[in-house]
């Protein structure tokens, strides 16, 4: 069955547009959190920024103490970050690049080019018994570099997929990139998730993607809640899962 891992960093972007800096305002991303897992979500995603931009770290810490599933800590390589999440301990750390000036995490992380230090993040990671997984570009170098790092999952970063599905041609492509890098790895013995930028439109297709075993969704899951509510539009996407072949 594909699960899906619910990133409630949005929620937390909505409270600090007003309440910047305090965990105390609304909404709060642990509640949502809650009720996402009420309607059937299998995990939350939080992202804690260096700029500290959405989630703070009480926020963190409340998940781990409150979530009844599984937490995904998404995290950049930094000193401070990787002793955060060794003092959390969630069950999974994702690591991603981090740059200031984007807006959201806007490509995969650079495996290849900086594979001892992942490696290293790895090794400290399986010492405390927390699984990695590696946001990552559907580049063969790149799941060929994350497969000799130490790490159990990849997560493909979806994003040029998501930016390019109303133009059929192009989709086409980067779904065959993903199609592609889901194999590679699942051949080196690496899990796959994916995510970023899905949606109730462009999921469905996303099925022809094999080895998928975990999906992460945010934005579209916190707009939709704006009219339905986040129990249905975590139910909305469950249901477009549903028949992934598995
Ligand atoms: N996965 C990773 C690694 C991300 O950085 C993000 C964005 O925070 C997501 C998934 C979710 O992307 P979106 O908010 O577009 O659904």
Redesign the pocket.
Not at 195 to 198: D, R, Y
């Given at each position: 069955m594909l699960k899906l891992g619910v990133?409630i960093?949005?929620v937390a972007t909505l409270r600090q547009a007003r309440y910047r800096g305090r965990e105390d305002g609304e909404p709060d991303p642990v509640a949502a959190a809650l009720a996402a897992e009420s309607a059937g979500a299998h995990g939350i995603?939080a992202?804690l920024r260096e700029d500290r931009r959405h989630i703070l770290d009480g926020d963190v810490r409340r998940l781990r103490e409150q979530i009844r599933t599984r937490l995904n800590f998404?995290m950049a390589i930094t000193p401070e970050i990787v002793a955060f999440a060794l003092s959390l301990r969630p069950e999974i750390v994702?690591l991603?690049p981090e740059h200031r000036q984007e807006v959201?995490?806007e490509g995969g992380l650079d495996v290849a080019g900086n594979l001892a230090g992942v490696r290293e993040v790895c090794r400290q990671m399986a010492d405390a018994g927390i699984e990695v997984s590696l946001?990552l570009d559907p580049d063969p170098d790149q799941v060929a570099a994350a497969a000799r790092s130490g790490a159990g999952f990849i997560?493909l970063h979806t994003g040029a997929y998501a930016e390019r599905f109303h133009q059929k041609r192009e989709r086409q492509l980067e779904l065959d990139r993903l199609v592609r890098a889901a194999r590679q790895a699942h051949e080196l013995g690496l899990r796959v998730n994916a995510?970023?930028?899905?949606n109730l439109a462009n999921v469905p297709l996303l099925h022809v993607v094999p080895h998928l075993e975990e999906l992460?969704?945010?934005?579209?899951l916190i707009s939709r809640a704006l009219f339905v509510g986040l129990a249905e539009a975590v139910r909305e996407m469950l249901a477009v899962m549903a028949d992934y072949p598995g």
């Open positions: 990133n960093d949005h995603t992202h998404e994702c991603v959201t995490t946001f997560e995510g970023h930028g899905l992460n969704i945010g934005h579209t």
